[in-house]
């Protein structure tokens, strides 16, 4: 079998913050541990489904791992080289590598600008090409999301949330970039349309050997993308495995209760609905042990004290709990 290349490597990554935010009555001093001591890699060509609740850290991640925000500690190396580490200079090459697509494109798109010229726009930063070679690019890659040439001409406001989507897409391909990182990408659309995004996600990836972090809320989403999976809770991985072991194996507590959540469309199937108590806690305040203790149906007494090893349970499997 030939051995891929290692193209991210997140190694106890840790991200805390001061939670500053001041209430009538006392000021907040807690420090906000918004990811802690995550570690993963992502071979070139794969994609890697981050899934967690809201809060888990799983954006975080993704913007520490383009630089877009500092990191506490831990290191994350592309390529083998620190990206937290690289001067100015190196930065900004690096940078046409990496993109991003957000959730909600529309919100970086100004309502004054083309389409065409939005799409264009960084290749124009970079002084990368003429106008005309932007042009037939940015044709090119409307063609290659779905888009039609007289798009090129048209406003934000004229799009559906799809095609708003496939636009975010477009922004981030013409750079020709190794690796995305796409943050929610399919959330508040229709189901029929995010299969739609979801598929122009894998034939971009065949056609332009792209790697993906994909973040998602949603296992059901995740599953028709990734190769490798990693279930977040409070900033702590509970699971991590290849997407067929965290689907048909899946081991932790917290990721049977997200499995269980998934409608199966076919009525003769049943499976046991695992029902999650409370809600997340604060993340400025996590439980203490294993932080998933307070709802855990399974939870023992020693769940509340000790903190559970993230250890390899089977090859390439790894789950932090202590019943397993
Ligand atoms: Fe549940 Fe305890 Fe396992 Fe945590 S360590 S997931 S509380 S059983």
């Not at 630089?67 to 190396?77: F, M």
């Amino acid at each position: 079998m030939d051995q891929k290349e290692l193209l991210v490597e997140v190694k106890n990554l840790k991200k805390h913050y001061k939670d500053s935010s001041r209430s009538l009555f006392k000021r907040n001093q807690s420090v906000v541990k918004a990811v802690d001591n995550v570690s993963f890699t992502i071979e070139e060509g794969e994609t890697f489904g981050l899934v967690g609740e809201s809060g888990s850290g799983k954006s975080t991640i993704g913007r520490s791992i383009l630089r877009l925000t500092d990191i506490t500690d831990g290191e994350i190396l592309y390529k083998g080289k620190s990206v937290h580490q690289l001067s100015k200079q190196e930065l900004r090459e690096h940078r046409k590598s990496f993109q991003f697509v957000f959730q909600d494109p529309f919100s970086s798109l100004n309502p004054r600008i083309r389409i065409g010229d939005a799409i264009g726009e960084a290749l124009l930063d970079h002084g990368l090409a003429t106008k005309k070679e932007i042009r037939e690019k940015v044709l090119e890659v409307l063609n290659l999301c779905g888009l039609a040439p007289y798009h090129i001409d048209r406003f934000p406001h004229e799009f559906s949330g799809g095609q708003r989507q496939r636009i975010g897409i477009a922004r981030a391909i013409i750079m020709d970039p190794e690796f995305i990182v796409a943050d929610e990408p399919v959330s508040g659309l229709d189901v029929s349309i995010q299969a739609q995004i979801i598929n122009l996600f894998s034939d971009l990836q065949e056609k332009k050997q792209l790697t993906y972090l994909f973040i998602s809320h949603d296992l059901s989403v995740v599953e028709h993308i990734a190769t490798k999976v990693g279930v977040l809770y409070l900033g702590t991985l509970m699971e991590l495995g290849s997407r067929d072991e965290i689907y048909e194996n899946p081991l932790h507590p917290y990721t049977k209760s997200l499995l269980s959540a998934i409608p199966i469309p076919d009525p003769t199937v049943k499976r046991e609905r695992i029902v999650l108590q409370g809600d997340v806690p604060n993340p400025a305040n996590p439980p203490t042990g294993c932080k998933f203790h307070t709802r855990c149906p399974f939870a023992r007494e020693k769940c509340k004290t000790i903190v559970p090893e993230f250890k390899e349970v089977e090859a390439n499997h790894f789950v932090a709990c202590h019943l397993v």
